[in-house]
């Protein structure tokens, strides 16, 4: 079982950037693939973007990308989401999720149900 914790949140204006950490415990991180959701008040959770566990696979939601970039290492058992041109509608909780498996299918990476394990969650807020 891994535990994940999600760091880097915060308040930031419109345009600006912030990136945020998802860190995971065990020396088996490294095997798990690793998404990103969030989710606004009153929300379903919706899907951001993910990683397989080399790097080399991402994927993106058409929302976010070009100005959010997934990555990953593995030695220091974390995984990134740099936010870039942030906007107001980007305000959410950020919650990042494994799973011990991976496929090459945005549509499997971005259910909700495909992931296993979920940190708690951090506040981004975007002020216009």
């Known amino acids: 079982q891994v535990e994940l914790v999600e760091s880097g949140g915060g308040l930031v204006q419109a345009g600006g950037s912030l990136r945020l950490s998802c860190a995971g415990s065990?020396?088996?991180?490294?095997?798990?693939?690793i998404g990103w959701f969030r989710q606004a008040p009153g929300k379903e959770r919706e899907f951001v973007t993910a990683i397989n566990w080399s790097g080399r696979n991402t994927y993106y939601a058409d929302s976010v990308k070009g100005r959010f970039t997934i990555s990953r290492d593995n030695a220091k058992n974390t995984v990134y989401l740099q936010m870039n041109s942030l906007k107001p509608e980007d305000t959410a909780v950020y919650y990042c999720?494994?799973?011990?498996?991976?496929?090459?299918?945005?549509?499997?990476?971005?259910?909700?149900?495909?992931?296993?394990?979920w940190g708690q969650g951090t506040q981004v807020t975007v002020s216009s």
């Open positions: 065990g020396r088996t991180f490294s095997s798990y693939s």
């Open positions: 999720a494994a799973v011990g498996q991976a496929y090459d299918s945005y549509n499997w990476y971005s259910r909700v149900q495909t992931y296993d394990y």
